[in-house]
């Protein structure tokens, strides 16, 4: 879950809210049929009372039934049983009522019950009268009695009639008329008898409402009066025949009772009247009651019929309600969530693809999202980590350029160390040839002198040779003469090769001048070239403490990057690659250093051997100096010699004449040479002197170019490294150039 | 495998780390204006693009003898959700390193140490086994209260 995308985890809050809005709706319906359920029990309840008016109703019809059951049951104990049965009924209906005004809403329908319960408790009066009447069920008694006894009497009066008739013709056989008399009253009694008997029974049978009832009571009335007249007649009739009448007496006398009893009874006609109650008053009333309690029923069913209409479309109006409000609000949820997580899910979208970009090293693109929650703040430190991104790439790419521009200069001062150190070298190689044709020419000039010396030397073994021989000299003069003019020749020689060890010298002089001078050029080149190596620290300084700068804005990015999290690793690798370029361009700065720092060294080095041969050539200058003005007096000596030499020739000419001018005179040259003798070992010195120094210069020259090349190598050792540096510049531009921000327009 | 990555740094000749999500930004800052009556760990304040930070002396806070703040040394600003702006002054800011969190182990002596207030130990969050050293990850959350302990010390020794 924790691992779902955004979208995945608002779609499972959607199906959430959905389904809480499904379980809303649910238990809303739920509630709503309770409270249907609720409802439709109260409309039971109206329909208990329907269903109670109803019975009631039915209890009031099966009283009805029962009464008219009491009025036409034959038994008596059947009647009174239905008596009481519709007596019960009623009295249950009229408890029912009771109990409906228990349960009873309002006053119409009190008023209405009140009503109700008035007609039936008037029908119920009526219907008490109408089972009283029903129970004493005097026809039926009448009719019991007009079949039973009466019957009975009037078949055991008859047959006694028979017995008499039958008596009467067997006694008076001989009376016939008598006979006949007796006869005919027992004919007309019986007839009598029997029209009483079908009277009664007419009697019985019609009601007493009826309009012939008094007429035939009347009628019965008569013919009973008639029937005792008749029978106290035929009694006489029978006592003066003799004919024993005891049994038909005492039968017609039953008869006679039954007959009045029945009439009574059929008077009282109960059942005629309990009929015509039920039919007329209680009829009335029961209809007004079955009415009332029909319009009871009625009302009652129309309320039960409209509470349960109304509660039901109440119901369905509320369940559509809750479908209707369930369905917009899902509607209304799945657009709304679809709003949120659009408004959730498009800038993270947008903060992605700028993550991406900004991977890829597109830092132009921003969101610019205004919006003010925590995904607009996402945005805004998106924007805010591309633009602290832009500023450090922009640094970075200003710094490269400063780095590219110094490391360019760095180039170009290195070249130009290169030129001027390849000038020293070629300079002091040309140095090193002046000071070996100065070498050369200074050891010529030393075997110049070495030769003046020898000659020397021979000249002073000469002179001693003279000097000794003085007294021998007059004999050979030839040998001294020759002696003499070796001597001049020599001194010649020596003349010349004063002459020439002069131009040596003076040679010399000028090439140390020029040595002098190359020295001093080498010396300011050197110079030059401290100062560009000065400089190029003073640089790689700079280029030091931009890597510095770069390590830590990397650093920095690192930790922005991390901050970021996910979105920020692949700017962190690219940070990472800065920073590496960073101690690189740090390390190749150094390096740049140390070989500078080398080859300033050398330069010192170099200046300081520069200035030790310029001192040599000083010296060499003015051991030259020395050398010339000791040249030009050995010359004045020579020349002395040479005038003494020839004075000496003149004298040797002279000799003859004077020995011991020539003694003083040999002496005296003896003198001279002596003195010049030590000019040429003067000479010789000062040449070996010379020779000497020369090999001096010769040696620091070589030290000169070796400085000189060792400088040539440090300085190509610096073109490379600026190269180096260069390539690095390049990098790193090139790196930079990856990132693509909108700063300045140079994207 | 998951594992942390802390921010590197040496102070007084000893390498220590913070994780690197606490740390916001680090600077070239080292002068910064003292503040009266404060500890000898603070140094004062900053003001980095106008916003003004306490910097403190780490190694002073570690309880090494107080040093000479170095000219480049660095100064590691913490973010917010650590302290109410403030940074740490160190000799020189290593690198941002990963370290997987099975090298990382509790700082364990066996001994109590939250008792000692003086000792550094309470810094400590945990030790990181690096290839060959043991990295320390200070916890800078602990820093201000401490700093806060020794004002409060500060003020009632010059009172």
Redesign the interface.
């Known amino acids: 879950m924790q691992n779902a995308n955004l979208g995945r985890k608002l779609l499972v809050l959607t199906l959430l809210l959905l389904a809480l809005s499904g379980i809303i709706a649910w238990v809303g319906i739920s509630r709503l049929q309770v409270l249907d359920s609720k409802v439709q029990h109260m409309g039971n309840r109206a329909v208990k009372k329907l269903v109670d008016a109803g019975e009631t109703r039915a209890l009031v019809l099966a009283s009805i039934r029962a009464q008219k059951n009491a009025c036409i049951s034959t038994s008596d104990e059947d009647s009174k049983r239905y008596a009481e049965e519709s007596k019960a009924t009623i009295v249950s209906a009229l408890k029912m009522i009771d109990s409906q005004f228990a349960r009873s809403s309002g006053d119409e329908e009190s008023k209405q019950l009140n009503s109700c319960k008035a007609s039936v408790e008037q029908y119920d009066k009526a219907n008490k009268d109408c089972v009283a009447l029903a129970v004493q069920n005097t026809i039926l008694k009448a009719n019991k009695e007009l079949y039973g006894r009466a019957t009975d009497t009037l078949e055991r009066a008859l047959v006694s009639l028979n017995l008499i008739e039958t008596t009467i013709q067997n006694t008076k056989k001989e009376e016939p008329s008598e006979m006949l008399a007796g006869v005919n009253a027992c004919r007309k009694l019986s007839n009598h008898i029997q029209e009483v008997s079908r009277v009664v029974g007419e009697h019985v049978a019609t009601p007493v409402s009826d309009s012939h009832f008094i007429e035939i009571d009347q009628r019965a009335k008569e013919l009973m009066d008639q029937l005792q007249k008749l029978s106290a007649s035929f009694q006489e009739i029978c006592q003066s025949a003799n004919v024993p009448t005891g049994e038909l007496s005492s039968s017609m006398s039953t008869f006679g009772t039954s007959v009045s009893e029945v009439l009574r009874l059929s008077a009282l006609d109960t059942n005629n009247k309990a009929y015509e109650l039920s039919m007329t008053t209680v009829k009335d009333r029961a209809d007004v009651a079955i009415r009332e309690l029909d319009d009871l029923v009625m009302d009652y069913e129309a309320t039960a019929g409209k509470d349960v209409l109304e509660s039901r479309s109440i119901f369905e109006q509320s369940l559509r309600y809750i479908l209707l409000a369930c369905g917009l609000g899902i509607v209304l949820g799945l657009g709304t969530s679809y709003w949120i997580s659009t408004s959730i899910t498009r800038p993270i979208a947008l903060v992605r693809d700028a993550s991406r970009m900004m991977a890829t090293g597109d830092l132009r693109s921003r969101i610019g999202l205004k919006q003010s929650d925590e995904v607009g703040e996402l945005a805004n430190a998106t924007d805010s980590l591309a633009d602290a991104i832009s500023e450090i790439v922009h640094e970075i790419k200003s710094s490269s350029k400063v780095l590219a521009s110094t490391s360019s200069h760095l180039g170009s001062i290195a070249s130009g160390l290169v030129n001027q150190s390849e000038e020293t070298s070629s300079r002091s190689s040309s140095a090193a040839a002046a000071v070996e044709q100065l070498s050369t020419n200074i050891s010529s000039m030393s075997a110049a002198a070495e030769e003046m010396s020898m000659n020397f030397s021979s000249i002073s073994s000469a002179t001693e040779e003279l000097s000794v021989a003085v007294g021998a000299i007059s004999s050979s003069a030839d040998q001294t003469a020759s002696n003499v003019g070796n001597v001049a020749g020599a001194v010649q020689v020596i003349s010349k090769s004063f002459d020439e060890v002069l131009a040596e010298a003076r040679e010399g002089a000028n090439v140390a001048g020029k040595a002098a001078q190359l020295a001093d050029n080498a010396e300011q080149t050197m110079r030059k070239l401290d100062q560009s190596g000065s400089e190029i620290s003073k640089f790689t300084e700079t280029i030091k403490m931009i890597a510095?700068?770069t390590n830590?804005l990397a650093?920095?990015a690192?930790?922005?990057a991390?901050?970021a999290g996910e979105a920020g690793k692949g700017f962190?690798v690219v940070a990472?690659e800065i920073?590496e370029l960073a101690n690189q361009s740090a390390k190749a700065a150094e390096d740049v250093a140390r070989k500078i720092e080398g080859v300033q060294n050398g330069t010192r080095q170099a200046v300081k051997v520069i200035s030790e041969i310029a001192d040599v050539i000083k010296q060499i200058h003015q051991s030259a100096g020395r050398i010339s003005q000791s040249v030009e007096n050995q010359n004045k000596s020579a020349q002395t010699i040479s005038m003494n030499i020839d004075e000496a020739n003149k004298g040797v000419g002279h000799i003859a004449r004077s020995i011991s001018e020539v003694a003083a005179t040999a002496n005296h040259m003896a003198r001279n040479i002596a003195e010049a003798s030590r000019g040429a070992t003067d000479v010789s010195s000062n040449v070996s002197e010379a020779a000497h120094a020369s090999s001096g210069i010769s040696q620091s020259v070589i030290q000169v170019s070796s400085a000189a090349k060792q400088t040539n190598a440090s300085a190509t050792d610096v073109t490379q490294s600026a190269k180096q540096l260069d390539q690095v510049a390049e990098e790193l531009r090139n790196l930079v150039g990856k990132f693509k921000i909108t700063r300045d327009g140079n994207a | 495998m998951s594992y942390s990555?802390y921010?590197t740094f040496h102070s007084a000749g000893r390498l220590f780390g913070v994780p690197?999500?606490d740390?916001?930004?680090?600077?070239?800052h080292n002068t910064f204006t003292r503040v009266p009556h404060s500890p000898q760990e603070v140094l004062g304040l900053v003001n980095i693009r106008g916003q003004i930070f306490l910097s403190i002396d780490l190694a002073s806070l570690l309880a090494y003898k107080q040093h000479e703040v170095k000219a480049?040394s660095?100064f590691i600003v913490f973010?917010p959700s650590v302290g109410q702006s403030f940074g740490i002054v160190v000799d020189q800011?290593g690198?941002?390193i990963s370290v997987d969190d099975s090298q990382s182990e509790k700082f364990a002596t066996g001994i109590d140490i939250s008792r000692d207030a003086n000792d550094q130990a309470v810094f400590v969050s945990h030790v990181c086994k690096l290839e060959n050293q043991v990295l320390i990850v200070l916890d800078p959350r602990k820093f201000l209260s401490r700093i806060e302990q020794s004002f409060r010390t500060t003020l009632n020794n010059n009172s």
């Open positions: 510095l700068q830590l650093l920095n690192t930790i922005e991390t901050s962190a990472h920073k | 990555l921010c690197v999500l740390v916001k930004e680090v600077t070239n480049n660095q973010k800011v690198e941002i």
